[in-house]
């Protein structure tokens, strides 16, 4: 959806998909005509193909028929067949198949006796043979491994006032692979001849016969697949065979569809190429129209870009003069230089109020924070200064001095802190290792009952800056100890540092978990809570609630937390506690160089 999200885009992409579409249409709408023309084609031709084979089969028989009339009705044959001699027979058998070019001559006397046979071995044909007390013209067709025979049979009579029947000539043909072959030729068609459920003859390969007898039960064309190639099959019964039966002689004519259609996909490629650089020009047009309308608009959307990433409020929008330009665009670049001008006046005027409010609050916060030790070593100065000081005096005198110094150095290493980008050196580290530290360095290494410390003991080392995170743990575990601290105060009257000391159950408690591929460090602990309309402002700099305190130990704590690529997350409630969870991950964002460990700078 990003994609959309432009004018530029829109535009641009609604002109292609226009483009796209209507390309799109026209290119079905010719395909389908084209399919459909040479389909139609294909169909009408392979129906002229099939009448074609009936005609041409239909003369073939007829010829025969004729041919067998006339050598039935021959004196010769005649006396011949009268004597019932085979061996007076057999010569004219073979004479007259040679004659007429049958494949098969059979002559039956009275009583269905062979008396000669020419051509096949009378025991291959003789089941076929019809009954010899038939006066009528027979056809047949008989099963054969050489294809299918076709069959005349015609009588042959003794003329007189009462014509007297001899016995019957039979001339038979194949319809085999010498004859699908000329009907190929004559119509353009592949051949096969079947009966039986079986593929006998064809012009194909025999190896697609038991595939193309699945056909031969066809009413109308059917589709039928040989190899890589589809052909259409048209199955007409033979003539003379009857009726089509399931079992009956046919003839398949076969045309292949895949060779017809063939010239299609040259159609199709050329117009996919023409669809192509169609859809390329109406790209870059439709781009170039919608640059030239929008152009306006990307200048005043650069300029803001550029003024939300640098915070340039002086960056200024300026249109080049263009005939297509939009005049609201112009209006919209006047308006938004007006805004920024005033955005940039305001801002400066904003910038100066918080400085000085910034200034007045660091200024009370440093003066206040500054003021009590100064009051102290200049107790402890006027102390060294007497005549007579004893020697518990001195040293008394001398560590006060030392302690509010390094209070000093504390107050202003925090001011710098904040004020200052931290600079990150990372090292892989053991969490719980820092944990340690940082509470016995919040406990100045007394913490007896008062933390209890729930380390994850299959913690993985993790990527970090180890002293920067346990100044931000020190800063946290100091804030939860004050807090307890109060607590404890206000419920045993007790006082001194050493309070938290004798409780038997810790106040506070500091766990760690590897979860995820995160790492998770949480301090919760039983003080005061924090009240909740404090809680919008404790990250806030120099926000405190403790006479003692800077305000900066959260948001420097934050600040580091942040700039390792954690996040920071505090949740109380008054009078039950207050709970501190940090979410690290297992590897820094930046990882560590080749050459060793990198620095990183994070801002406040």
């Known amino acids: 959806m990003r994609l959309a999200s432009s004018l530029t885009n829109r535009v641009f992409l609604a002109c292609t998909l226009l483009a796209t579409v209507s390309l799109g249409f026209a290119f079905y709408f010719v395909d389908e005509r084209a399919s459909a023309a040479a389909e ?50 057999q010569p004219l058998a073979d004479e007259y198949r040679a004659e007429i070019n049958a494949d098969l001559l059979v002559l039956t006397g009275e009583g269905g006796r062979v008396l000669g ?18 006066t009528e013209e027979i056809f047949a067709f008989q099963p054969h491994g050489r294809g ?8 042959i009579f003794l003329e007189g006032a009462v014509p007297d029947m001899l016995g019957r000539l039979t001339v038979g043909f194949f319809l085999d692979d010498r004859l699908a072959a000329e009907f190929r030729d004559l119509t353009g068609s592949e051949i096969a001849f079947g009966a039986d459920g079986r593929i006998l003859a064809s012009t194909l390969p025999a190896q697609w016969r038991s595939t193309l007898a699945v056909a031969m039960r066809a009413s109308s064309v059917a589709s039928v697949t040989l190899g890589s190639e589809e052909y259409l099959v048209l199955a007409r019964p033979l003539a003379g065979g009857g009726p089509a039966a399931a079992d009956g002689p046919v003839a398949l004519i076969l045309r292949s569809r895949t060779e017809r259609l063939q010239f299609l996909n040259t159609i199709r490629t050329g117009l996919v190429g023409v669809l192509m650089v169609t859809l390329l020009l109406a790209t870059l047009f439709s781009y170039g129209v919608a640059r030239t309308m929008t152009r306006p608009l990307a200048a005043i959307t650069t300029a803001m870009r550029d003024v939300a990433a640098t915070g340039d409020l002086s960056r200024k929008v300026t249109l080049k003069s263009h005939a297509w330009d939009d005049e ?20 400066r005027e904003a910038t100066q109020k918080e400085r000085l409010s910034s200034l007045g609050r660091l200024s009370t916060v440093i003066a206040h924070e500054i003021r009590n030790p100064l009051m102290i070593i200049r107790a402890s100065l006027a102390t060294l200064r007497r005549d007579r000081v004893s020697p518990s005096e001195l040293r008394e005198a001398v560590a006060d001095i030392d302690e509010e110094t390094t209070r000093l150095n504390r107050i202003v290493s925090e001011v710098l802190d904040f004020a200052r980008p931290i600079r990150f050196e990372l090292a892989e580290a053991d969490v719980n290792e820092i944990c340690r530290a940082s509470v016995e360095a919040a406990w100045a290494g007394d913490r007896s009952a008062a933390v209890a410390l729930d380390l994850d003991p299959a913690m993985p080392p993790i990527v970090t800056d180890a002293e920067r995170l346990r100044t931000a743990l020190v800063n946290m575990l100091t804030n ?5 601290s109060t607590v404890v105060r206000a419920d045993t009257g007790a006082g001194g540092r050493d309070v938290l000391a004798v409780l038997d159950e810790p ?34 700099p120099y926000f405190t609630t403790r006479r003692a305190g800077t305000g900066l130990g959260l948001p420097i704590a934050k600040n580091i937390v942040e700039g390792l690529g954690g996040t920071l997350q505090v949740s109380s ?3 039950e506690g207050t709970e501190v969870r940090i979410d690290l991950p297992h590897l820094h964002p930046i990882a560590p160089s080749a050459t060793g460990s990198p620095t990183c700078r994070a801002g406040h």
């Not at 020419?118 to 038939?134: K, N, S, T, W």
């Not at 009240?531 to 919008?536: K, L, S, V």
């Open 507 to 540: 106040f506070v408690r500091l766990r760690t978990r590897a979860l995820n591929g995160r790492v998770i460090i949480a301090i919760q602990d039983r003080g005061i809570g924090i009240a909740p309309e404090h809680m919008p402002h404790i990250f806030d």
């Open 148 to 155: 299918v025979l076709e069959l005349v049979s015609v009588p």
């Open 480 to 484: 939860a100890r004050h807090a307890v």
């Open 40 to 89: 139609a084609e294909l169909r009408r031709g392979l129906v002229e193909a099939g009448t074609l084979v009936d005609k041409h089969a239909a003369t073939r028989t007829d010829q025969f028929t004729r041919l067998a009339r006339v050598v039935a009705d021959l004196p010769k044959l005649k006396a011949a067949v009268e004597t019932g001699d085979p061996p007076t027979v």
């Open 117 to 134: 046979v020419a051509g096949l071995e009378a025991a291959d044909i003789l089941p076929a043979l019809p009954d010899v007390q038939l």
């Open 328 to 347: 609201d665009a112009r209006t919209l670049a006047a308006a938004f230089n007006t805004l920024t001008e005033s955005i940039a006046r305001f801002q």
């Open 573 to 575: 409630r008054p009078g």
